[in-house]
C-alpha cells in the first residue's frame, strides 16, 4: 500500500533535501518529494508529499516560512554563508543594537534580492551552485520578496540572531549579506534553522531516526497526514453519482450534480464522492465546478 499524504520531516545537518527524499522512498516504498529544499548545513522543518499527495508539493512550497538565522558581522564569503570561501575579514567590528534595529526596519515588507550563486536556481539548464563550483559567476536577476516580519532575539558585538518570516523564494544568506552591506561592515550567515513552513511547524517535526523506528513498529501512519486536511479552510461539496464519469476523467461538471445547497461563485471546494476526498475545486461563475487539484480518483472499471 502507498501512502498518501505529508510528513513533517525534522531535516538534520548533514543530509540534503535530496538525501531525505531517498531515505523516505525507501523507508515508506511510497512515492515522495520534497516542498522547498534546505541547504545541508541547515536544519529544521521540511515536509516531504508522499503518494498521490505529490500533487501538494507546490501548495505547500508556496507557503510563508520562518526561519532563525545567525547574522556574523565583519566578514564576507562566496557563499554568502560561514562555510563559504573568506573575501573580507573585518573582526571585530562593533555594531550597536540601535544600528542595527534600524537596519532591519528597512528590510521589512517588499524588497528585491538577487539569488546567490551557491543556489539550486537554473540557468540554460545548469544549477548555479555547479557553475559557482566551477568558478563561474553568471548574471542573475533580481527578484521580488517579501520579509513579513523580521526579529532581533539576542545580539553581541560579533553577531546577531534574528527570527524571519518571509514569503518563498527568500534567501537567508543573501538577506545576511544585504544586512552587512547596509550596515557597512559586511556580514555572512552563520547557522540556519527553519521553525516553519505553512502550517507545519517545528515541533511537530520528525527526525529521520525516529521515522524509522516507527515504520520498523508499523506506527509511522499516524505521523502522516492526510491531503484533506491541507484545505480545512475551504467548505466542504459532497458530488452525486452523476458526477462520477466526470470527476474519473478530470472534467469540469455542473454544479447541478453537487448536493451541498448555496454554493458561491469563486469559492474553492472540498470535493467528496461516496464518501472519499477528491481533491478541491473551484466554482466557476457559469456555475461549472472546476478541478484545481485532483489527488484521489478510483476508477470504475
Not at 541547515?42 to 499527495?53: C, D, N, Q, R, W
Request: charged residues 25%.
Amino acid at each position: 500500500m502507498e501512502f498518501n499524504g505529508v510528513i513533517n520531516v525534522y531535516k538534520e545537518k548533514g543530509y540534503t533535501s535530496h538525501d531525505v527524499v531517498s531515505i523516505l522512498k525507501r523507508q515508506l516504498k511510497s512515492k515522495a518529494g520534497h516542498t522547498g529544499t534546505l541547504d545541508p548545513e541547515a536544519e529544521g522543518v521540511l515536509p516531504i508529499v508522499l503518494g498521490k499527495s505529490t500533487r501538494l508539493a507546490d501548495y505547500i512550497m508556496a507557503e510563508d516560512k520562518v526561519y532563525e538565522t545567525q547574522i556574523h558581522f565583519g566578514v564576507t564569503t562566496d557563499t554568502q554563508d560561514m562555510t563559504g570561501n573568506v573575501l573580507s575579514d573585518n573582526r571585530p567590528v562593533g555594531v550597536s543594537r540601535k544600528a542595527l534595529l534600524d537596519i532591519l526596519e528597512k528590510f521589512k515588507g517588499e524588497i528585491s534580492q538577487v539569488p546567490p550563486m551557491y543556489s539550486a536556481i537554473k540557468i540554460n539548464g545548469e544549477k548555479l551552485y555547479n557553475l559557482a563550483r566551477k568558478g563561474i559567476e553568471v548574471e542573475r536577476k533580481s527578484r521580488l520578496v517579501t520579509i513579513h516580519d523580521i526579529h532581533l532575539t539576542e545580539m553581541d558585538s560579533c553577531s546577531a540572531r534574528l527570527l524571519v518570516k518571509c514569503s518563498k523564494g527568500t534567501y537567508i544568506r543573501s538577506l545576511c549579506a544585504d544586512i552587512g552591506e547596509a550596515l557597512g561592515c559586511g556580514a555572512a550567515m552563520g547557522t540556519l534553522l527553519r521553525r516553519a513552513s505553512g502550517e507545519f511547524h517545528l515541533e511537530d517535526s520528525i527526525k529521520i531516526d525516529d521515522i524509522k523506528n516507527l515504520v520498523a513498529k508499523g506506527k509511522i501512519a499516524s505521523y502522516i497526514i492526510p491531503p484533506q486536511d491541507f484545505f480545512k479552510e475551504y467548505p466542504k461539496a459532497n458530488a452525486k453519482n452523476e458526477a462520477s464519469k466526470f470527476i474519473i476523467n478530470g472534467n469540469k461538471f455542473s454544479s447541478e450534480l453537487i448536493e451541498t445547497e448555496s454554493l458561491v461563485p469563486n469559492q474553492k471546494y472540498r470535493l467528496y464522492a461516496d464518501g472519499k476526498f477528491v481533491g478541491l475545486y473551484i466554482l466557476e461563475t457559469s456555475g461549472i465546478l472546476k478541478p484545481e487539484i485532483i489527488l484521489s480518483v478510483n476508477k470504475k472499471h
